[in-house]
């Protein structure tokens, strides 16, 4: 993480304090990268939950309040609202200043966000990886981004030095920063991330729709791997809903090749091709290890071994 002390902007406005929103406030707290951090909420309810925690200057239930004279401001939003977001600020961004946001779908972002996007204020689309199943402004914390990565997907002709400054922002937060098209970054959050989180929504419904298995036998019984898919599935449904419905043309391409692979799967356990089995288990057991080189988790076994059961 980059140890440079020095603010990196006057006033950084942010628009939605979830997760993510919260704990970019308290990773810029931790660098000093703003003088002022203006937090944004339209719900009384939320607003005064972030309030409570203390993690921005100053609060707002209106856009313009937030915005006005920022350097930067990020939409922290579900995605569905970036275009209403987008509309409402637009005549309120001073020139100059950056316009970026954390969605983790970007050609619906590029298709809402830039025909409001006022001459003078650079629109640069922003991902940054990471995350935890839990969601509103007391669940943030400063060392979210650090070791993750964060992609910026800038439309042609973007400026070089609003580039710059945001992937040094980034950096500063604790994050790897990767430069990619919108369009490719798209189909690889597909694979990666949208099409496994739809997994899990899938087999943790159908748990609870199987009528010969209790609610209390699939709870007590849970094993490691059903367990990860609850996880995954305690994720934002707001959020998750506005991921699928903007882009779907990439999760339905990946879900088509995933149903081929599963119907071969299928066709290997009836028949009884354990060849065919064992190579498929091999070779995803290298990603895994991939992972692990990579720094993008711990090797250490878990199995729900640290957590005491009740008595």
Request: charged share 20%.
């Amino acid at each position: 993480m980059n140890t440079d002390t020095k603010p990196l902007f006057g006033r950084v406005a942010l628009l939605g304090l979830g997760l993510i929103g919260s704990s970019i406030a308290h990773a810029m707290r931790r660098g000093a990268l703003a003088a002022h951090v203006a937090g944004y909420e339209p719900m009384p309810e939320v607003l005064a939950r972030a309030r409570a925690v203390g993690f921005a200057e100053s609060w707002h239930s209106d856009i313009e309040g937030a915005v006005r004279d920022a350097d930067l401001v990020i939409m922290a939003a579900p995605v569905g609202a970036y275009a209403g977001l987008a509309e409402a600020m637009a005549p309120h961004l001073k020139t100059g200043a950056i316009l970026s946001d954390v969605g983790s779908v970007k050609g619906a972002v590029m298709r809402d966000v830039a025909p409001h996007v006022p001459p003078g204020v650079h629109f640069i689309p922003a991902h940054p990886i990471a995350g935890t199943e839990q969601s509103g402004p007391e669940a943030g914390f400063a060392e979210l981004f650090d070791g993750r990565w964060c992609i910026l997907t800038p439309p042609p002709q973007s400026d070089a030095a609003a580039l710059a400054v945001l992937t040094e922002f980034w950096r500063r937060l604790g994050s790897q920063v990767e430069v990619m098209d919108a369009r490719h970054h798209d189909l690889v959050l597909a694979i990666t991330s949208h099409v496994p989180h739809l997994i899990a929504y899938n087999i943790v419904g159908t748990a609870d729709d199987l009528s010969t298995v209790t609610e209390s036998e699939v709870i007590k019984y849970s094993a490691g791997g059903f367990r990860d898919f609850t996880r995954i599935a305690a994720s934002d449904p707001t959020m998750w809903r506005d991921v699928f419905l903007n882009n779907r043309e990439a999760v339905l391409e990946v879900l088509g090749r995933f149903s081929e692979d599963l119907s071969a799967l299928q066709r290997a356990i009836r028949w009884g091709d354990g060849d065919a089995l064992f190579n498929l288990f091999t070779r995803t057991r290298a990603i895994r290890r991939g992972i692990i080189d990579a720094g993008q988790d711990s090797a250490a076994p878990n199995f729900g071994r640290n957590a005491k059961p009740k008595a």
